[in-house]
């Protein structure tokens, strides 16, 4: 929800603003799909129709894993192509044991567990996956913070990819992880072996696309056209302290937007930009060019 501030410094920018651009808080609209973002997206739910199995998508902290998981959610919500999917999410993996792992995976797809054991929970699960075939719909699992699986959760997952139906497995998975998962998988060469889609997401690589991104979020929150924000050399300042980093970028742009209204300036600037920049870096929040 926008706060009384928030309304009052987007009616002082431009009386058509009428959200905040740069609320931190992941949100499919508000997601720039720059072009190796779309190309992800557009991949990965190519291989998820084709029903491959396993698909992962890898990324350093604040380049929009999260995000890009709620594009996807809307994506399969909302496009007919997904009309047999049913969807679960796990957002946080983090679990003690295998069985509590197998528990967050009937839960997540709104399964009541019976039982304790590991045996017993994953038995359940079985005759989900089972009975979700038979019905013709597609269990699809996504998972966030990926990189927070155990071993052991892995190990479960393995297991449920093995269950197939003539040419492809019944369960769907996609997981968003730091770049640690790699090792975790690497380790695990039957889990890898049955990876069918991944990809490394990267920060954004020019102040053309940083630009991009902040124009498209303005749009979205409702600035008319013709209305330039930030000046030319302030988006050149948010792409070297930012160093195309979209958390970074969000994050500098919400504090010039506090900024702008105490300064008595409609158009961020450079100078802005600096003194946000040099304010993150004393906080530990930016190192300097990234």
Avoid: W
């Amino acid at each position: 929800m926008t706060s009384q501030y928030s309304k009052l410094a987007m009616a002082f920018f431009h009386p058509s603003l009428r959200e905040d651009p740069f609320n931190p808080e992941d949100s499919a609209r508000y997601f720039y799909l720059a072009d190796q973002y779309r190309e992800a997206l557009d991949l990965l739910v190519r291989h998820v129709l084709r029903r491959g199995g396993l698909s992962i998508i890898y990324g350093d902290v604040g380049l929009g894993k999260s995000s890009l998981m709620s594009v996807l959610r809307a994506r399969v919500r909302s496009n007919d192509l997904f009309r047999s999917y049913v969807l679960g999410e796990i957002l946080d993996p983090s679990q003690v044991t295998d069985a509590e792992f197998t528990r967050q995976l009937l839960l997540a797809f709104d399964q009541k567990p019976y039982g304790s054991t590991r045996s017993d929970l994953s038995d359940q699960f079985t005759i989900f996956l089972q009975r979700q075939a038979r019905e013709g719909h597609v269990p699809l699992l996504v998972i966030d913070e990926g990189q927070c699986l155990s071993y052991d959760g892995l190990e479960r997952l393995r297991i449920f990819l093995n269950y197939s139906l003539e040419d492809h497995r019944i369960l769907q998975i996609v997981v968003f992880g730091q770049l640690e998962l790699q090792e975790k998988v690497a380790k695990k060469r039957n889990l890898a072996s049955r990876v069918r889609f991944t990809m490394t997401l990267e920060p954004l690589r020019t102040a053309a696309q940083v630009g991009a991104m902040i124009d498209y979020r303005l749009r979205t929150a409702g600035l008319v056209e013709g209305v330039e924000l930030f000046a030319p050399g302030a988006i050149d300042a948010v792409f070297h302290h930012s160093g195309g980093v979209p958390r970074h970028i969000v994050n500098i742009c919400s504090l010039c937007f506090d900024q702008g209204p105490l300064q008595g300036k409609r158009q961020i600037d450079e100078e802005i930009v600096e003194q946000v920049a040099q304010r993150l870096m004393q906080k530990g929040a930016l190192t300097d060019g990234r």
